[in-house]
């Protein structure tokens, strides 16, 4: 079952500018994960963030966890076409099975 | 190999149709996931396999039957299907051990039943 909402579910920008993406979720998670998934294909395994870590970088990526107002925001700076894709959280929850759900996604467009 | 590959691409079957989707890591990984996409949708769980047992069934129907022959291979037979299980399947891996949660997802095989 579908445990987050993601906010925009769509947002339209141009190369260079800065992307924001948040996701909130209902129960107690162990870790939460970004993913990005190019029309059609697969997912890519972004970054994944721990219920006891509050901010995490990966490269041109900024990922925030709030537990206490169970959200989670992703940040993807100075944006490229090639960022054009969808993006979904996914969380693993405390019940000691390693299974993701996902949220809604957010379609990111960017411009050139 | 750092991929999880995934046959076919593409299938189109009719509701009679018996057929399979294959699935494949030799990344030494033990969890397998089968998941199912519908358009514009997130991925939803359909059945995992831990060290090649079958520990998560997510009240899938038996027109769906997944096998894992090995630690690297994962099937999933499908028998009777209708045309709304039409969507991509996806098929994850994830490495053993405490706090392996990040999963490795093969391309897809986008399925179209008629």
């Known amino acids: 079952s579908q445990q987050g909402e993601e906010d925009p579910q769509a947002l339209s920008i141009q190369e260079g500018e800065n992307a924001t993406m948040n996701c909130s979720y209902k129960?107690?998670?162990?870790?939460l994960q970004w993913y990005r998934q190019n029309s059609g294909r697969g997912l890519v395994h972004l970054i994944l963030?721990?219920?006891?870590?509050r901010e995490k970088h990966s490269g041109r990526l900024r990922v925030t966890l709030d537990t206490s107002k169970k959200s989670s925001s992703l940040l993807i700076t100075a944006s490229r076409a090639a960022d054009t894709a969808s993006y979904f959280c996914?969380?693993?929850?405390?019940?000691?099975?390693?299974?993701?759900?996902f949220g809604k996604g957010t379609m990111l467009l960017v411009s050139p | 190999d750092t991929e999880v590959t995934q046959t076919p691409k593409h299938l189109v079957m009719g509701m009679t149709n018996k057929k399979s989707l294959k699935c494949e890591q030799h990344?030494?990984?033990?969890?397998m996931y089968w998941y199912k996409q519908k358009a514009k949708k997130p991925p939803e769980l359909m059945f995992v396999?831990?060290?090649?047992?079958?520990?998560i069934n997510e009240s899938v129907p038996s027109r769906f039957s997944p096998e894992c022959p090995n630690s690297s291979l994962l099937n999933l037979h499908l028998h009777a299907l209708q045309p709304e299980d039409s969507a991509l399947y996806l098929c994850?891996?994830?490495?053993?051990?405490?706090?392996?949660?990040?999963?490795?997802f093969g391309p897809g095989t986008r399925l179209t039943v008629l």
């Open positions: 994850a891996s994830s490495p053993p051990g405490a706090g392996a949660d990040t999963q490795y």
């Open positions: 129960t107690s998670i162990n870790n």
């Open positions: 963030i721990r219920s006891n870590e």
């Open positions: 996914a969380t693993v929850d405390v019940s000691g099975y390693s299974t993701l759900t």
């Open positions: 990344m030494g990984h033990r969890a």
């Open positions: 396999y831990s060290y090649e047992k079958l520990s």
